[in-house]
């Protein structure tokens, strides 16, 4: 089949997408985690590649096909995941969808932690790269247009606003993961956009559908 530029406009381009959870090991069958299904990333990637982007996916631990035309890096920890997207530089726009988990062990533990009559196991924990935040401040190698996503469940906008400050990025996605708006694990999103400019309020969309309006925000921005 034939495409118009039109349908097309991210060819040419390479896009970094990072998607789903990162696994943090405590011993070897205990992980830190946090809760993500990947979904919504893998909607992005699928509809950036379907724009002609030839898109590098990293992502976490998760139960999700590789969407056509996508280059996918699968990794377990958020330093493997941060160790990866910077091998996939350069990029012309990076979208970290991916829940990076905060904090990994400092001494994941050889054999099985058992449970004992002397007390708790201490976990020592030390915070894991931000690789929204590194790629944001890359440097000649930052991608032209960065983006991150922001969970938040309480004060979305203003949680998204600080931290598309505190990170460098360019755009946040802000979506609301308060236990009633049932994102987590369902179809839909509702999400803000905040940009330098001002925040756009998205009407709830299928997942799908968000990622299709971004990935089409993305090549206007880029072209
Ligand atoms: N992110 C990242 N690497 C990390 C942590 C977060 O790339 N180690 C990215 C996420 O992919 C997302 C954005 O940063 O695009 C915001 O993640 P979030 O967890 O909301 O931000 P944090 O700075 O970790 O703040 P919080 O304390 O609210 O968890
Ligand atoms: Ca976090």
Redesign the pocket.
Known sequence: AHFSAAKKPLTGRHVLV?AGPTHEPIDPVRYIANRSSGRQGFAIAGALARMGARVTLVAGPVALDTPPGVTRIDVET?CQMADAADKALPADAAV?????A?WRTSDEASGKLKKSQDGLPHLNLVE?????ARLSSGGKRRPGLVV????ETDDVVNHAMA?RL??GCDWIVANDVSVESGVMGGGDNTVHLVTDTGVEDWPTLPKQAVAERLAERIAGALS
């Open positions: 990072t958020a970290c969808v991916a829940a990076v905060d894991n790269p931000d690789i929204l991150g996503f922001a969970a931290k505190r990170k």
